[in-house]
């Protein structure tokens, strides 16, 4: 753009470049411009990153250099940045991106003047971000969501729980796959299943306990375990009101948090504190009398911005094409964040749900087949259900001694009470007959975690070497209980002509109590990792990490005195490496390998002989590419890998009742991820994962057989375009392969004979769709947007526990919703 004369106010300075103007401070509101007669950043050019080398200091000084180096045109009062303090800005930012970093806690905001001129203004918080919507022509940045900036790109460039470092995924030797809060919200998932195995390949849900607890497979291998901001919190489910986004990392990951299935480990992280005042409040509606209200506030609490809250709500009421499904839930979630300087941050989180959820047990296979019977048929009795009340206390803090190195601590305090109440099947079909056994489950329960860690983190130079060091400790401890319960047969059911309300609740009250158990693991371990960069293209990463795990349980039929007395455990302890090389010969492509060992669960069931088994193991061959295009709003991961799991645990089929070590299982396959922005209007998701699990050592009816609820081949396809700055639409599928409900059953007085057939799940397609429009409204926005789930309305079974609860998918089902943000 060629320099253009422009009418000045008395007292506005013009800067031209080859000049140097000193600073002028002018009693009253006199005005300092800089102006550069560079090119200007065009649309394009600002999604660009520049490089930055800004030292801390007067903020006037710094907005000149920042002026120059991006050729805009900063006008503001002179008075305005007298006495003001920078932070210094290093590192590579698009031009948006740091001028946010320049006036974090510098009580200023900025908006667009038009013409490439920026005019900023003070404002009665610190941090420049509530200004952002008026840069219409600036691509922000996925990676700068924690700050308050609206999410553009399903691509994230950093994740947290991979390294707990920050360290780019572009430069982690694995396979890491991020879902961002944009993507919750295009597809309006309310609830974590659906959010994580639409959106990340070889990813499945599991059905145990009629999905009373959310938990899932990965890479063929069951995980109940999930982690918030770093530490593991107890079985449960979970609210997506207050999560920024899930991090899902392939393969073991025990070098850095001890005992965990080999498949992988998902966290999530929560929402923060902003320095900007911003709320909303959406109202969702959908079929089967499915409503959910949220609502979302946030902004600092004193004037400079250092105190700073958030306060997460959502109320829930979902039905269910099923008879009787339902789940009713209450959630808040307030959170304070303190930061008074550029070293220290702490954030102190609390949370409180209470929910009663009746489950869904599914249908029974006749056969090999699901039964014939219709899809929203359900085998519970009334619209009773289990209750439950989890109260959770989390805080962390960081302290950085210097720009290199820092000190972390993170602390979590869980309690969850449960009223069980549940109908269930029990065994199987009986032989010539549509009737299904069952039982019924209830009582109360109760259980209790806490976790903490401490990590040091820092960096340095040796021998012309980079290196990013890790040491850490954590410690974690949960104990289960359920006293003075029921678990007993009650009145079948004929699948084909149910009869409800036959269960009388007063009779179930007055029998006598017949199950009191108890379940406490205690895990500490000591870690440690360095990333070695040579050559600004070739990175090293390797680690080793050791555990002591104590685990036991402990049950009786009379009383819960009885119960503790019997408890014993067991110790295991195990040392897990973990080495992997990556190499960057551009900045848009890596390629890597890794290695990894992993602890696994402990095997404290019974064998015939009374002896404890070893605890499972895995191990982990892997290697890959990634790739990040369109300055990263653009990534893919395609990944091999070979993983074995060892010493898993199977029904003795000569002994019943008691259990075998079945040997191996392998796990095998091709992963491949993409996400994010493909064009400034089109974000895209795709993904496909070939799994080939198998038994390898077990048996003789598992041999080659696989393992239930993994299938061969499963893809998914989610794309939105922005036609319009105020419509936007969407449309994707989910393809799943065909699996198995169950594995052959033995007889168990009968060795070797196949007595039950296995079952056979068929596969599916899905589809969806969405569409919305934003009005703006004055400062604020309203938004209306409607999604369609199955969008051709196949029946399908999504996955199963056992042959006698099958989980049947959901029908063509509508989602509204009507958002407003201010």
């Not at 553009?152 to 796959?177: E, G, H, L, R």
């Not at 009250?509 to 293209?537: C, M, S």
Request: a neutral charge; charged letters at 20%.
């Amino acid at each position: 753009m060629a320099n253009k004369k422009k009418n000045l106010l008395p007292g506005e300075i013009m800067t031209h470049p080859g000049k140097r103007l000193r600073a002028c401070f002018i009693q009253g509101a006199f005005v300092l411009t800089f102006c550069h007669a560079v090119p200007a950043l065009s649309g394009a050019d600002t999604s660009q990153k520049i490089q930055f080398d800004i030292p801390s200091g007067d903020l006037a000084s710094a907005l000149n250099s920042f002026a120059e180096k991006t050729g805009m045109e900063l006008t503001y009062p002179a008075s305005m940045v007298v006495g003001v303090k920078s932070k210094p800005l290093k590192g590579n930012y698009r031009a948006q991106e740091g001028l946010n970093e320049l006036l974090r806690g510098s009580g200023l905001a900025y908006r667009s003047a038009g013409d490439n001129s920026i005019t900023l203004e003070r404002v009665a918080v610190a941090g420049a971000q509530s200004s952002i919507p008026t840069l219409e022509a600036m691509t922000v940045s996925s990676e700068r969501n924690t700050e308050g900036v609206e999410l553009q790109s399903y691509s994230v460039s950093n994740a947290f729980a991979a390294t707990k470092t920050d360290t780019p995924i572009m430069q982690t030797p694995m396979n890491i796959q991020v879902v961002p809060r944009k993507l919750l919200d295009d597809q309006q998932d309310i609830n974590i299943t659906d959010a994580i195995i639409k959106n990340v390949s070889g990813v499945q849900a599991g059905h145990d306990s009629g999905d009373i607890y959310e938990r899932f497979i990965i890479r063929g291998f069951s995980t109940i375990d999930i982690y918030r901001n770093g530490l593991l919190r107890g079985f449960n489910t979970y609210d997506p009101s207050n999560i920024e986004q899930f991090e899902v990392i392939k393969g073991p990951a025990s070098m850095l948090y001890g005992r965990a299935q080999p498949g992988g480990l998902i966290n999530y992280v929560t929402k923060k504190g902003l320095d900007t005042p911003t709320y909303s409040v959406q109202q969702q509606f959908g079929s089967y009398d499915q409503y959910r209200t949220t609502a979302d506030a946030t902004g600092p609490i004193d004037k400079n911005g250092e105190l700073r809250y958030r306060v997460n709500l959502a109320y829930q009421d979902i039905g269910s094409f099923k008879q009787f499904v339902n789940n009713e839930r209450y959630f808040i979630a307030p959170t304070l964040s303190w930061r008074p300087n550029d070293r220290f941050e702490a954030n102190l989180e609390f949370e409180h749900k209470h929910e009663k959820k009746i489950n869904d047990f599914g249908v029974p296979a006749i056969g090999s087949r699901p039964a014939p019977v219709p899809l929203n048929r359900s085998y519970l009795d009334s619209a009773n259900g289990p209750v439950s009340d989890t109260t959770l206390v989390a805080y962390d803090w960081a302290f950085k001694f210097n720009d290199d190195w820092q000190l972390k601590n993170r602390f979590l305090w869980e309690n969850w009470d449960m009223q069980y109440n549940d109908i269930g099947s029990s065994g199987t079909l009986r032989k010539q007959e549509p009737i299904l056994n069952r039982n019924i489950f209830s009582g109360p329960a109760n259980q209790e975690t806490y976790s903490t860690n401490l990590d040091l983190s820092g960096k340095f130079n040796m021998l012309g070497t980079r290196h990013e060091v890790l040491l850490g400790g954590d410690y974690y401890h949960q104990a289960f209980g359920q006293w003075n319960g029921h678990f007993i047969a009650t009145t079948p059911i004929d699948i084909f002509n149910p009869v409800y309300n036959v269960i009388s609740q007063a009779t179930l009250d007055a029998l006598p109590n017949n199950w009191n158990y108890l379940r406490k693991e205690e895990r500490f371990g000591v870690y440690f990792q360095d990333h070695i960069t040579l050559f600004d293209k070739l990175h090293i990463m390797g680690g080793g990490r050791y555990d002591w795990v104590t685990y036991g349980t402990a049950s009786s039929i009379k009383s819960p005195d009885l119960a503790k007395a019997n408890y014993s455990d067991q110790e295991d302890q195990k040392f897990s490496p973990r080495v992997g090389v990556l190499y960057q010969p551009w900045q848009w492509l890596s390629l890597f390998a890794s290695y990894t060992e992993s602890l696994g669960s402990a095997n404290t069931s019974l064998s015939v002989t009374g002896e404890n088994f070893k605890p499972e193991s895995g191990e982990q061959y892997e290697a890959g590419f990634k790739t990040e295009f369109f300055d990263k709003r653009l990534s893919s991961t395609v990944s091999f890998y070979d993983l074995t799991k060892t010493n898993t645990k199977v029904a003795d089929p000569d002994h019943s009742g008691f259990q075998i070590t079945a040997g191996k299982v392998r796990s095998r396959g091709v992963e491949m991820d993409i996400k994010g922005q493909v064009t400034e209007k089109l974000n895209l998701v795709a993904t496909y994962a070939f799994t080939d699990i198998r038994y390898i050592n077990a048996n003789a009816n598992l041999i080659g057989d696989r393992p239930i609820n993994v299938p061969e081949h499963q893809a998914s396809l989610w794309g939105t375009y922005q036609f319009t700055e105020r419509f936007k639409a969407g449309l994707g599928g989910v393809v799943v392969g065909k699996r198995l409900g169950d594995n052959k059953r033995l007889n168990p007085t009968i060795p070797n004979k196949v007595d039950l057939p296995a079952v056979d799940l068929p596969g599916y397609i899905t589809m969806d769709a969405m569409a919305a429009y934003t009005i703006p409204v004055g400062k604020t926005r309203l938004t209306t947007q409607v999604n369609i789930n199955n969008l051709l309305d196949k029946g399908y079974y999504a996955g199963a526990s056992s042959r006698n609860s099958i989980v049947t998918g959901n029908p063509l089902s509508v989602m509204g919703s009507i958002r407003l943000q201010f």
